[in-house]
């Protein structure tokens, strides 16, 4: 097999050191390629050397929490970035982006581990101050977003993004993610103008993914299948693992009426987010369409388990069991679904197959169409605006 670049590069590098096997340029540079590389085991022997000649021991501390970090080897990092943090504390004259690479990486820690609120009262202290003009590092900014949207706090992240863009200072990345959480909390114009705004003016070969999925998203509210299907590939080719944009690319062809895709597409933006609600009742719809009773029961069932609450959930559940002639279950649903939501469209198409009524291929599919009508949708904005013909019926 041919060596890589950085193989090439790292042979090449290690020649030189070993005729000047104390050059604390070299040994930067070659534990930067052994990292890229993945290659732990040299990296960590460049490092130890450097830190054995006790020169520029703060870089070399930091090099470490990336060799970690690198590994995913939380305890670890987390050991040496506090010990890190520790000495500069107490050091004069410490540069502000340094001490804002550690508590970055610091946070990232605690994102990775689903500590969310930890994550963001780290941050808070650099990102939520009276001066909002003070200038932070992008990563920084990016990892707080992501952060307050894991956690929930949607208008939070919004009213943050809004002062900085006020200010002049919402960097091109930054926007992008924002864009989603917009999205997710149904501020359409906002998500619009930040997905926009990142979009436009970053390179084209390095586009926000977040930005694209909004984009992708807002194309569906327009009825406009085909460019949503184009965003939302165009998200997977930056990363094949983002269930948003597999969930999106999903609905696109639910709408489209291609129901053998959408079940393959709902199925990869579960196995990446097994959590997103919106997602499994995409899928127990589709499966209510193809006559999969039982695949539907159990979406509908586990969109249940993440959240007794959702009136649709209940109501989409009651129209499987009610299709199976399990009335008094189905009954039971119902209730609980117009308890939640007097409007709930799927507890009252349950009630009309319950009566005899409604039970043709037609009816199912204008409930396709129209089975989230006054609701939010699972990628945001009310459902019934994606749906075509919806107001026509």
């Not at 006559?291 to 209940?314: C, I, M, P, V, Y």
Request: charge should be negative; glycine fraction near 6%; include cysteine.
């Amino acid at each position: 097999m041919e060596p890589s670049h950085n193989e090439k590069q790292l042979e090449q590098l290690e020649g030189f050191l070993r005729e000047d096997p104390d050059n604390g340029t070299l040994l930067a540079q070659l534990f930067e390629l052994a990292l890229r590389s993945r290659q732990w085991a040299k990296a960590e022997f460049y490092l130890r050397h450097a830190q054995t000649l006790q020169r520029d021991a703060v870089a070399w501390s930091l090099r470490e929490g990336d060799l970690w970090l690198a590994q995913q080897h939380w305890s670890q990092a987390r050991e040496v970035l506090e010990q890190l943090q520790s000495k500069l504390h107490i050091s004069a004259d410490v540069p502000a982006q340094l001490t804002q690479v550690v508590t970055h990486n610091l946070a990232y820690i605690e994102f990775r581990q689903g500590a969310y609120a930890d994550c963001i009262a780290r941050l808070a202290v650099y990102l939520e101050v009276e001066n909002q003009a003070q200038p932070t590092d992008s990563a920084l900014q990016q990892l707080w977003l992501r952060a307050l949207h894991r956690a929930g706090e949607l208008r939070r992240a919004c009213d943050w993004t809004l002062s900085k863009e006020r200010l002049g200072m919402l960097e091109n990345a930054v926007a992008g993610i924002a864009s989603l959480i917009a999205l997710d909390a149904s501020d359409f114009a906002a998500a619009r103008r930040w997905a926009d705004l990142s979009l436009n003016n970053q390179a084209p070969a390095k586009p926000s993914m977040e930005a694209l999925v909004t984009r992708a998203s807002l194309a569906l509210a327009e009825r406009d299948v085909p460019t949503a299907k184009k965003l939302a590939d165009a998200a997977l080719q930056m990363n094949q693992n983002e269930g948003r944009a597999w969930s999106v690319r999903a609905f696109a062809d639910m709408l489209a009426g291609d129901f053998v895709a959408a079940t393959e597409h709902f199925a990869r933006a579960l196995d990446a987010m097994p959590e997103h609600v919106g997602t499994w009742h995409g899928q127990g719809w589709v499966q209510v369409l193809q006559k999969n009773l039982d695949g539907a029961q159990l979406s509908f069932e586990t969109a249940l388990a993440l959240d007794r609450n959702f009136s649709e959930s209940h109501g989409g559940l009651a129209v499987v069991l009610a299709l199976k002639g399990l009335t008094q279950q189905a009954q039971q649903h119902i209730e609980l679904a117009l308890r939640l939501d007097k409007t709930n469209l799927s507890g009252r198409y349950a009630q009309t197959l319950l009566s005899g009524e409604g039970k043709d291929a037609a009816n199912l599919q204008r409930l396709a169409r129209r089975l989230m009508e006054g609701r939010s949708g699972p990628l945001g904005g009310p459902m019934a605006d994606w749906l075509p013909d919806s107001k026509n019926e």
